[in-house]
């Protein structure tokens, strides 16, 4: 749905959703400083069940936030900082579109 014809684009959209949920808002914290990290050590770090751990990491994956390779039966997740870079950038623009900052007058917005 828009209104005032301020949408967002389909990265931000994603990269909202992936980072919806708590849990896996904790799970990006252990990919810090670029660390790869499999399905089961993220499980286990989490204390999470691995089929709950692979449903959110593919949630991140899917949004943009997570990148993986597959190593033999291993598949390694990292942050996938261009992605997150251009989701922020998205998302951005869009807020500043729709709700400026008080210095600046979005003509899109229709706000005081």
């Known amino acids: 749905m828009t209104t ?4 967002l ?15 896996r808002q904790q799970i990006m914290e252990l ?15 989490m204390s999470l069940a691995q089929s709950a751990t ?10 943009g936030v997570l990148t993986s390779r597959r190593e033999w039966k291993a598949v390694y997740y990292r942050a996938d900082s ?17 709700c400026p900052p008080p210095d600046q007058e979005s003509p899109a917005c229709g706000c005081d």
Not at 4 to 7: L, T, V
Not at 9 to 18: I, V, Y
Not at 31 to 39: M, Q, S
């Open 4 to 7: 005032n014809g301020i949408e």
């Open 31 to 45: 990919f810090v400083g670029g660390i790869e990290l499999t399905v089961n050590e993220v499980a286990e770090r």
């Open 9 to 23: 684009s389909d990265e931000a959209r994603g990269f909202l959703k992936a980072l919806a949920s708590e849990t």
């Open 82 to 98: 261009a992605r997150i870079s251009k989701a922020l950038s998205d998302l951005q623009a869009t807020l500043n579109a729709c």
């Open 54 to 63: 692979s449903t959110h990491l593919a949630t991140l994956r899917d949004g």
